[in-house]
């Protein structure tokens, strides 16, 4: 069983910042890769950024430059810093996981955290 809890979500202005956490816990005995994506009212979900073992990025178009995902291993925790926050950035921010639960298992699985809202003002 494996847990994700996210965390830092909040209310910022345009142009602002915003670092969100993601802690995983529970049986890990390795994680693949971690991942963020965010859902705004009436919209699809969409892939915001993810980072693999290897420690290789990817970042959706609409926020290259801007955003920042990290990975701590040894915390099994990944973040976001989110920079020069627009209108559009409004969304409940998921935490996704691949995890190994034991050495005995050939992939990993899927978890999913509950989200984190983030909402932009002015």
């Known amino acids: 069983q494996v847990q994700l809890v996210e965390s830092g979500g909040d209310l910022v202005q345009a142009g602002g910042s915003l670092r969100l956490t993601c802690a995983a816990s529970?049986?890990?005995?390795?994680?693949?890769?971690m991942a963020w994506y965010r859902q705004a009212p009436g919209m699809q979900r969409e892939l915001v950024a993810n980072?693999?073992?290897?420690?290789?990025?990817y970042y959706a178009d609409s926020v290259k430059g801007r955003f920042t995902i990290s990975r701590d291993v040894a915390k099994n925790t990944v973040y976001l810093q989110m920079n020069s926050l627009k209108f559009e950035d409004a969304a409940v921010y998921t935490c996704?996981?691949?995890?190994?639960?034991?050495?005995?298992?050939?992939?990993?699985?899927?978890?999913w955290g509950r989200g984190t809202l983030v909402t932009v003002s002015s």
């Open positions: 996704n996981a691949e995890v190994r639960s034991s050495v005995t298992d050939f992939y990993g699985r899927d978890y």
């Open positions: 980072i693999i073992s290897g420690g290789s990025t």
């Open positions: 529970g049986s890990i005995f390795s994680i693949n890769s």
